[in-house]
């Protein structure tokens, strides 16, 4: 087997100091393999948001290693750590996070802009994201204008535009309805069973983790029960 | 994020808030507006004497006059009885007589140090000018020296190189004199009449070669302006009867000093002069009163432009920082998305300096237009009487540094709420729970 995509060494992190001292996370070791799909369970302050923060280098952990492919991700700093995350990553929120006023195109290939990718590649690069996302008649529609499963569908076009080896899930489901729920969990699913993608999903929602590889049960900081076929 | 995509996001964020925006913009307009007129009419007032000084004298030249025994300067009046002086001559100011420069002292002033060249100055007082055989009215002469130049309303200046006895007359004296018009004057031949020291009347003839107008600053006044040999002319007439070495009293001399004389040099040089008994005026000297007071008040007036403008930054800082507040989200998720802080920081400064921009073209547009306006109807109308006055010009440098100026303190206003955008934590800006 090869080196796991990332791998999670012991890791704590503490907020605060003195009496407002909050270990968030105390100790959580775990590998996930290259196109596993992983739901990572718990209830609302159980640290897993902040698990996901620091599995998606958004925030160190306060002791412990995050190895990214093998690299211990301690070693990258400033721009390199910015690269990487623009590179490696896709994000997609439970409030979709679009920008209101500006166009769908425009939204989607922010990521890209971001990298510095040229005004005709961007372009050509977002569309062909959004056809693979069934969004091309929206194109120039500001994203206000869609209806909340577009908006998640966006979201993720945008997660996907660059390419990711990892795509970060947070409680994408949270703010649809069920029928439009299910229809974004087919989605993510199917890109990380076709694309190879590696998909790690934060949620509080049994059906969804159900439908991915290995379940992650975090309580108190602390990982509860690794389920799953690891792949 | 490249610097073009970073400027293009910073423009079209500056638009997200079109109200807002607006507001801010036309806080920085009135500031901006306000700063452009009142620069511009410290450039207008300041050119006006700048167009003149070359009137009043040559850059590299200065009066040089005997000081008086007590000291005080030749032209500062005293309600005391004064001494009476038997080497006191007029100094071209009624009432006013300095002491007379003899031939010697000319030479003591040649000999001193950093002169290049000395030029006495005689004093001649016509008693009338006369037009074919019209009224006579009483008339004063002056002559330029090198490097003067006078405004003229028509014609051209006498030549001194002119064997030809030339004249150049002030354009009050046209009418009352009988001609129609200032080029109607121009080629004619008028009389000068002049009283010698045995009383006797000489009438000397000159042709009218221009007619200068009246300036602020007018080197002549309303005094005729007469070529070399004119004034050869009338000095010989003026001193017919009196012994040679009595004839050669000089009010004052014009003395050279090198063009590339620094204001220590020529500090150095008054210096000297006044060991040697002299007083020196540059035009500097003459200018500086009127020119401290003027650069005073437009520097009044500037700092009320600045206050507008300090105030508009504030309404930049607020401005943003209700952008920075809105775009929380975007701003983590961006960072999120590898946006470095830098460009963060860069993306927000960029929107200031932006709005600063519009802000500050529209004001120096807006201002150009109003003040030309405003100073062309002023000078049809309230300063019609000095002619060549622009009271508000406006030079592409002033605006170009106004603009320049007015895009920085809006850099600097931005600054703040940048460096909190670029400060921001994107876990802390992505927590929705």
Redesign the interface.
């Known amino acids: 087997m090869r080196d796991p995509i990332i791998r999670s060494v012991d890791v704590h992190k503490t907020y605060g100091r003195g009496h407002g001292r909050f270990e968030a996370l105390k100790g959580v070791s775990f590998d996930i393999h290259d196109g596993e799909s992983i739901a990572i369970l718990g209830k609302?302050?159980s640290g897993k948001?902040t698990l996901m923060?620091v599995l998606?280098l958004?925030?160190a952990p306060t002791s412990g290693t995050i190895l990214l492919e093998g690299v211990d991700t301690s070693t990258l700093q400033?721009?390199r750590l910015?690269?990487?995350?623009?590179?490696t990553f896709g994000?997609v929120?439970?409030?979709f996070?679009l920008?209101p006023?500006a166009s769908v195109l425009d939204n989607v290939t922010?990521?890209l802009?971001?990298?510095?990718v040229?005004t005709a590649e961007r372009r050509r690069r977002g569309l062909a994201t959004l056809e693979q996302l069934e969004l091309l008649d929206k194109t120039k529609n500001k994203a206000v204008n869609l209806s909340g499963g577009q908006k998640q569908r966006v979201a993720i076009a945008r997660a996907l535009v660059n390419n990711p080896r990892i795509i970060f899930a947070d409680e994408p489901t949270g703010n649809l309805d069920s029928k439009t729920g299910a229809a974004v969990e087919d989605i993510l699913l199917g890109l990380n069973r076709e694309n190879g993608i590696t998909l790690i999903v934060v949620t509080h929602d049994d059906d969804l983790a159900a439908r991915c590889d290995r379940r992650l049960r975090i309580r108190d900081g602390l990982l509860l029960e690794d389920a799953g076929v690891a792949a | 994020?490249?610097a073009p995509?970073l400027v293009a996001?910073a423009i079209s964020n500056a638009f997200?808030s079109k109200t807002r925006t607006l507001l801010t913009i036309l806080s920085i307009f009135i500031g901006a507006f306000t700063l452009s007129i009142t620069s511009g009419l410290g450039t207008g007032i300041n050119a006006y004497i700048d167009d003149t000084v070359s009137g009043v004298g040559a850059s590299d030249a200065m009066t040089v006059t005997k000081t008086n025994g007590d000291g005080d300067t030749p032209l500062a009046g005293s309600s005391e009885p004064a001494e009476y002086d038997p080497d006191a001559v007029d100094a071209g100011i009624p009432g006013m007589t300095v002491t007379a420069l003899t031939p010697d002292d000319i030479r003591t002033i040649q000999d001193i140090d950093g002169v290049v060249r000395v030029e006495a100055q005689r004093s001649i007082t016509p008693d009338f000018v006369q037009f074919d055989g019209g009224t006579r009215y009483v008339a004063s002469v002056g002559s330029l020296v090198a490097g003067q130049t006078t405004l003229l309303a028509a014609g051209q200046e006498p030549a001194d190189t002119d064997a030809e006895f030339q004249v150049a007359l002030p354009q009050a004296y046209v009418e009352p004199l009988g001609f129609d018009s200032d080029t109607a004057a121009i080629g004619q031949r008028i009389s000068i009449g002049i009283t010698d020291a045995v009383r006797t009347q000489h009438v000397i003839e000159a042709t009218v070669v221009g007619v200068t107008e009246e300036a602020l600053a007018s080197p002549t006044g309303s005094s005729i302006l007469t070529n070399q040999s004119l004034t050869d002319a009338l000095f010989a007439a003026q001193s017919t009867g009196i012994p040679e070495d009595e004839a050669n009293r000089y009010a004052q001399a014009s003395v050279w000093f090198g063009a590339d004389a620094t204001e220590t040099e020529i500090d150095a040089l008054q210096e000297r002069l006044a060991e040697a008994g002299f007083t020196g005026t540059t035009i500097a000297d003459q200018l500086g009163m009127v020119t401290t007071v003027i650069d005073g008040i437009v520097l009044v007036l500037n700092g009320f432009a600045i206050i507008a403008l300090l105030a508009a930054a504030i309404g930049i800082v607020n401005t943003l920082f209700m952008s920075v507040q809105e775009r929380t989200?975007?701003i983590g998720?961006?960072k999120?998305?590898?946006?470095?802080s830098g460009?963060v920081f860069a993306l927000f400064s960029l929107e200031a300096t932006f709005i600063g921009l519009l802000g500050s073209v529209l004001g120096v547009v807006l201002a150009m237009a109003a003040g030309t306006a405003l100073s062309s109807v002023l000078s049809a109308s309230l300063l019609a009487d000095l002619p060549g006055l622009t009271l508000i010009a406006f030079d592409p440098a002033s605006i170009a540094g106004i603009v320049l100026l007015i895009m920085v303190i809006a850099f600097v206003a931005g600054t703040l709420p940048a460096a909190r955008a670029a400060r921001a934590d994107?876990?802390d800006s992505?927590?929705?729970?």
């Open positions: 609302s302050g948001s923060h998606a958004l925030d400033g721009r910015n690269r990487t995350r623009n590179e994000f929120f439970q409030q996070f920008t006023n922010l990521p802009k971001i990298a510095g040229g | 994020m490249k995509d996001s997200r989200r975007e998720l961006m999120a998305m590898g946006m470095g460009r994107p876990v992505l927590r929705y729970e």
